[in-house]
């Protein structure tokens, strides 16, 4: 039911823009600071190495992260260091203007949860929580963005490209 009220109804959709502005701006800042600031994420990464996130019992919580982090991240930092803003200023771009809206949070939620593995706290839990929300609402997260008219677009364009006709109601 509540899954219902978020996905369909138009007030919904209103609440669902003002949680969309509030971490779009929040990416796209976040982002920005990094593009223009000289972002190198070398020695976040390290440290979330040399101190990972330990349970009470003293052992490493997410082993195989920091091991992803040790064998890929660390290795490829001039790769992260492009991925992290760039990706962070997209995603926050997506969002503020409502376009791409579910592929945007996605990919946000993706960056959350890697920072809260590494073990930074901070707003994660609240951007998570309000990140599955606008993910669960779908196409309504976007209804006043850039979604009503992009959507339709690609799945018009799709559509004719795999020759299913238009009468044919693929579901939002």
């Not at 800042?29 to 190495?49: P, Q, R």
């Not at 579910?102 to 930074?120: E, V, Y």
Request: aromatic share 16%.
């Amino acid at each position: 039911m509540f899954n219902q009220f978020l996905r369909e109804n138009k007030i919904a959709a209103g609440i669902l823009t003002v949680i969309r502005l509030y971490l779009g701006y929040a990416w796209m800042t976040a982002g920005w600071g990094k593009i223009t600031g000289g972002f190198d994420a070398s020695g976040y990464l390290a440290n979330a190495v040399a101190n990972p996130v330990k349970g009470p019992d003293g052992n490493m919580v997410y082993g195989w992260y920091v091991s992803f982090l040790e064998g890929v991240a660390l290795p490829n930092i001039a790769l992260f260091n492009f991925l992290v803003p760039w990706g962070e200023f997209l995603v926050g771009l997506g969002l503020l203007l409502g376009c791409l809206t579910t592929a945007a949070m996605f990919f946000g939620l993706l960056m959350n949860f890697s920072f809260f593995l590494a073990g930074t706290v901070s707003h994660n839990p609240t951007d998570i929580f309000l990140g599955f929300i606008i993910l669960a609402a779908g196409y309504n997260a976007g209804r006043y963005g850039l979604d009503r008219w992009v959507l339709p677009f690609i799945r018009k364009t799709f559509n004719k490209r795999v020759g299913i006709s238009e009468s044919t109601k693929i579901p939002v």
